[in-house]
């Protein structure tokens, strides 16, 4: 199993950055790859960014791209989500996900956290 939790959500006014984090335990890193996702009220659930198993590359929604970067700190099993220039329809809740090595979908979730970008 693999425990997600995330962290780094709040208000922020439109422009403005924030930083989610996601800390992992319960398995190797690298027996699973970690992705960023988010859910705005009334949507579906929406893919934002993902790492590959070996974080070898790195995959954006076209939404966020140049504006959301993910980043990994192997040392303390923690992926991040660095938001920049935050827009009023990035407000959602931010949920991190892990999919083991051969899985076709998403197997572990955290409980999300929560943006909120005023305009």
């Known amino acids: 199993q693999v425990q997600l939790v995330e962290s780094g959500g709040g208000l922020v006014q439109a422009g403005g950055s924030l930083r989610l984090s996601c800390a992992a335990s319960g398995r190797s890193s690298s027996s699973y790859a970690t992705g960023w996702f988010r859910q705005a009220p009334g949507k579906e659930r929406e893919f934002v960014a993902a790492?590959?198993?070996?974080?070898?590359?790195?995959n954006y929604a076209d939404s966020v791209k140049g504006r959301f970067t993910i980043s990994r700190d192997n040392a303390k099993n923690t992926v991040y989500l660095q938001m920049n220039s935050l827009k009023p329809e990035d407000t959602a809740v931010y949920y991190c996900?892990?999919?083991?090595?051969?899985?076709?979908?998403?197997?572990?979730w955290g409980q999300g956290t929560q943006v909120t970008v005023s305009s």
């Open positions: 790492f590959s198993r070996t974080g070898g590359y790195t």
């Open positions: 996900a892990a999919r083991l090595r051969g899985s076709l979908a998403y197997d572990y």
